[in-house]
Every structure is written in structure tokens, then in C-alpha cells.
């Protein structure tokens, strides 16, 4: 078993001893009721090995000299961008990846029902299971990047490109609020967006995976991890004014009947600049760039351990027969 972990994720720098605690629990150093819960892991995979990443770009890396290395199960102690970065190294294999929750958001493992207390995550793995997921892939005239949670385009990764990093690490995911309400009487820039062979005009445009928004706020509320299609959530209107009027409606579970959002599904969708317009990207939280882009599902990239209430309640039948619990 390979514990790949970024020291710069929030969650691992603020709370160290729970990452060591984790770590104590997987290799079975302290006693408890934990320890029980985990004999089926350990009996799989009796050695833990814990590589720290070395900065930006190298989890991806790593993932790969662990697949090389024929790992039985690769283990991401860290955010969404620290699991967006291994995915390169992990796609294609049959190696099992799973979440130890350390980031600001969290947002695949509280999508997931593993929520932020990585103890307790650790603690849910030998009930999960190497479920197959598609991932989606984003491909710019810089090359193609894939991503597990969700793409946006125009308001929401302009805030990503912003926010002040130190301000992140102090504050972690609310930085990313303070930014956005920031921009409030900020002109935002159109973009197109073509879906199914129809065009639309959109300032934020989300490409989900994934339900959650930030780890806690519902957008996307018909994604799922094990559909191949994204979700799709198209905001119009150039006043920022207008997104505080979306906001309510996310909370209140109001977007899909509200004037200036459509709510789609898709396989693959192509965002393009109006006239010389700037227009931002970004992946899994991370900002990924500018200008025109095509995302695409690429199916069943990776195994992701996912616990039995999520498959129960998303999953089609036909896969639910498919899954044997431990």
C-alpha cells in the first residue's frame, strides 16, 4: 500500500499528528476499535509506504513509479488537487485509488459520503470497493488534462486564479467565497458553449462530475460518478450582481427552473472565446489555463474506492450486481 502525501494540503499542515495518527492506523501501531475495522486491508496489503510529493506537478509522477512498482493500492493523503495531479499517473492501470481526506474542500471524498475526518475515511476503506469511473479529459491547444470532479469555465475559475495564495492557506476553501464576492459589479466576460450541436452564451459554465461544489454547496445536483456524462450547469449574464441571485437558487435547490441557467448532460461539450475576450479554466479546483477548450468523458480511466451507501443509492442495477462486499 502506497500513501501518497501532499505537505502543503491544508488539512495535513494544520492537524500533522492526524496524518501520523492515520498513518499509526493503517500499519496497525495503535490500538482500538479502528484496528478491527481494518484486518481485511491489512491482511491485503500488510506494507505501508508513505512518498511525499516534492512540489507541484509530481504526485502524477509518483502515481506512476507505484504502478510501476505493481502496487496492490494507491492511497491520496491530501485535496482535490493533489488526487487531480495523480490521476495522470494512475489512469489506465488497474491499481485501486483511494482518498484520504487532507485538503480545504474535499470535495471527491465528501462526494463520495467519506467526509473530511481522514481517521474515519481510513477506517471506511475495507467497505469499499475498485469501482471502474470514467473520468473527464480537457484538451486545449496546451495539450489534454484529466479531471475527476468537475471543469468550470469563466466567473468561478477566474475567483480560482485570484485568490490569494497565502490567504488560501490561512483560511483554506473560504478564501475562494471572500474572492468571488469580491468581484461583485465585475463585468464578466461571455463565452459560447456548444452541447449536442446547439450553442449557448454562458459567464460560468460547470462540467461536474460530481454533486457537491466546493465540498458543500449542491449545483450539479444530477451528476454521478458512475454515469458517463457530466452535468452540465450553463450561468448567463455578464453582471456579477446575477450570481448572488444563483447562489439562492443553488441553495434552495431552485437552479433548474430559474431564468439564465440551464441545466444539461452530456459526454462532451467545447467552450470557445468571444472576440478577444480572456477566458479561464480550471480543473478540480486548480486553476488550468485560458482559451478555448473541448472536455470529453474518457471511460472507465481509473478504479476508485468507493464506499457501498454511495454505490446503493447512485449506481444503475445492472452495476449494483456487480459489486461483492468485502
Known amino acids: 500500500m502506497h500513501v501518497?502525501?501532499?505537505?502543503?494540503?491544508?488539512?495535513?499542515?494544520?492537524?500533522?499528528?492526524?496524518?501520523?495518527?492515520?498513518?499509526?492506523?493503517?500499519?496497525?501501531?495503535?490500538?482500538?476499535?479502528?484496528?478491527r475495522t481494518l484486518a481485511l486491508l491489512r491482511e491485503k496489503?500488510?506494507?505501508?509506504?508513505?512518498?511525499?510529493?516534492?512540489?507541484?506537478q509530481t504526485a502524477g509522477p509518483i502515481a506512476a513509479r507505484c504502478v510501476e512498482q505493481e502496487s496492490g493500492l494507491i492511497l491520496i493523503a491530501g485535496g482535490d488537487g493533489t488526487i487531480n495531479e495523480a490521476l495522470a499517473g494512475v489512469a489506465g492501470s488497474t491499481v485501486p485509488l483511494g482518498i484520504l481526506p487532507f485538503g480545504n474542500a474535499?470535495?471527491?471524498?465528501?462526494?463520495?459520503?467519506l467526509g473530511n475526518n481522514p481517521l474515519r475515511a481510513a477506517a471506511l476503506l475495507p467497505a469499499c470497493a475498485p469501482i471502474p469511473i470514467s473520468l473527464g479529459r480537457m484538451t486545449t491547444s496546451a495539450g489534454a488534462r484529466l479531471f475527476v470532479c468537475?471543469?468550470?469555465?469563466?466567473?468561478?475559475?477566474?475567483?480560482?486564479?485570484?485568490?490569494?495564495?497565502?490567504?488560501k492557506r490561512r483560511i483554506g476553501k473560504f478564501s475562494y467565497w471572500l474572492y468571488a464576492f469580491q468581484?461583485?459589479?465585475v463585468r464578466l466576460p461571455s463565452f459560447r458553449v456548444r452541447v449536442s450541436g446547439r450553442e449557448y452564451l454562458s459567464s460560468f459554465a460547470l462540467f461536474s462530475r460530481v454533486r457537491n461544489y466546493g465540498g458543500d454547496l449542491a449545483i450539479a445536483r444530477r451528476a454521478n460518478l458512475i454515469e458517463d456524462r457530466f452535468a452540465i450547469v450553463l450561468f448567463s449574464g455578464e453582471s456579477t450582481l446575477l450570481y448572488v441571485k444563483y447562489l439562492l437558487g443553488a441553495v434552495f435547490n431552485a437552479l433548474d427552473n430559474m431564468d439564465g441557467v440551464r441545466v444539461l448532460d452530456s459526454a462532451s461539450v467545447e467552450v470557445e472565446p468571444l472576440g478577444g475576450e480572456s477566458l479561464d479554466l480550471q480543473l478540480?479546483?486548480?486553476?488550468?489555463?485560458?482559451?478555448?477548450?473541448?472536455?470529453?468523458?474518457?471511460?472507465?480511466?481509473?478504479?476508485?474506492?468507493?464506499?457501498?451507501?454511495?454505490l446503493s443509492v447512485m449506481t444503475p442495477a445492472t452495476v449494483r450486481l456487480q459489486y461483492e462486499s468485502p
Request: glycine share 12%; charged share 25%.
Open 183 to 185: 468581484q461583485i459589479g
Open 284 to 310: 478540480d479546483g486548480e486553476h488550468a489555463g485560458f482559451g478555448a477548450a473541448r472536455f470529453e468523458i474518457v471511460e472507465g480511466n481509473i478504479r476508485l474506492l468507493i464506499p457501498a451507501p454511495y
Open 45 to 56: 496489503w500488510p506494507e505501508v509506504q508513505a512518498i511525499a510529493t516534492e512540489g507541484p
Open 150 to 167: 468537475m471543469a468550470g469555465v469563466g466567473f468561478d475559475a477566474r475567483t480560482v486564479r485570484i485568490v490569494d495564495p497565502a490567504l
Open 106 to 113: 474535499n470535495v471527491l471524498a465528501n462526494e463520495l459520503g
Open 4 to 35: 501518497i502525501f501532499n505537505p502543503e494540503a491544508g488539512g495535513l499542515r494544520r492537524h500533522p499528528r492526524r496524518f501520523q495518527r492515520t498513518l499509526a492506523l493503517l500499519r496497525e501501531k495503535r490500538p482500538g476499535r479502528f484496528q
